[in-house]
């Protein structure tokens, strides 16, 4: 048996299956780890949805951004965007089913045995890994209950930009959701900014990713933390991180990591269904 994690797909269907086949992935043998950001800008997200969602329990799946962001113009709180390409999951037959089933999926996995912890975008720096555990575990709670609605009325926001133990209410789940889904970079206190998307070393002065704010809580002895989101930072390993995506709906790559044994990376180069910007 194996166990994969694959960075974005976003829509990316035909790329998925190659790379799967590459991976000669077998659903009733192996483990799928997927970062999020199922669906958006590429062409196929429904395709990708379905497929992911009748894996069953051999893929674990992360909210990501795009995910949020679908989720919420199913509930009527978001209106898509010129650039979104899920308005044929919104009208497909099983939409409601496929949401249902999405806003179910955690924030936050971990298999201490493999050795990784698995989100969509990042920690908060002051975050420690029990930590972002409970907030994770609070923030699902919301997104699969009965109360989801009214989450998505009050989800959009940049603010607040850091965590404190003083928040409540919308402004404590919309910070969490942000640091878990939209998080890239940060100032040198930790608070999130979420005006400048580019890859590291273009960013205005005084932000720096958020893996290298001082003092950021590292992951556990023994523990990886594996996230996408990322595009323009591409893969990256850095310390106790590996990050995966690598731009498949730009024309890079969609890449997997092997977590069990020896850890590999595997890429399957994408056409592009869109051009950066």
């Not at 089913?97 to 912890?117: I, S």
């Not at 890239?184 to 273009?202: I, T």
Request: hydrophobic content about 40%; glycine content about 10%.
């Amino acid at each position: 048996m194996a166990t994969y994690c694959i960075g974005d797909i976003q829509g990316c269907h035909d790329e998925f299956l190659a790379l799967l086949d590459r991976l000669q992935f077998d659903p009733k043998r192996d483990r799928l780890w997927l970062t999020g950001d199922l669906v958006n800008r590429g062409p196929r997200s429904l395709a990708v949805m379905r497929y992911v969602r009748d894996l069953g329990d051999c893929a674990t799946v992360i909210l990501g951004n795009h995910d949020i962001h679908m989720l919420a113009a199913w509930a009527g709180a978001s209106n898509l965007k010129k650039n979104d390409t899920v308005q044929h999951v919104l009208d497909a037959r099983d939409a409601d089913e496929l949401m249902h089933w999405l806003r179910r999926q955690p924030l936050l996995h971990e298999d201490p045995g493999l050795g990784y912890v698995m989100l969509h975008a990042g920690l908060l720096p002051a975050w420690t890994l029990e930590q972002a555990r409970e907030r994770a575990r609070e923030a699902e709670t919301a997104l699969a209950g009965e109360g989801y609605r009214e989450l998505f009325d009050h989800i959009y926001g940049d603010t607040p930009d850091n965590w404190s133990d003083d928040l409540t209410g919308w402004d404590r789940l919309r910070c969490i959701i942000n640091a878990f889904t939209r998080m890239r970079f940060c100032d040198m206190q930790g608070r999130m900014r979420m005006d400048y998307k580019g890859p590291p070393g273009g960013q205005p002065d005084g932000l720096v990713p958020w893996f290298q704010v001082p003092g950021r809580k590292p992951m556990p002895a023994g523990l990886t933390l594996v996230v996408g989101h990322w595009s323009t930072l591409g893969y990256l390993e850095q310390g106790d991180l590996v990050a995966l995506d690598t731009g498949c709906l730009w024309g890079g790559c969609l890449t997997a990591i092997r977590l069990d044994g020896e850890r590999q990376r595997i890429s399957q180069p994408c056409p592009g269904a869109k051009r950066p910007g």
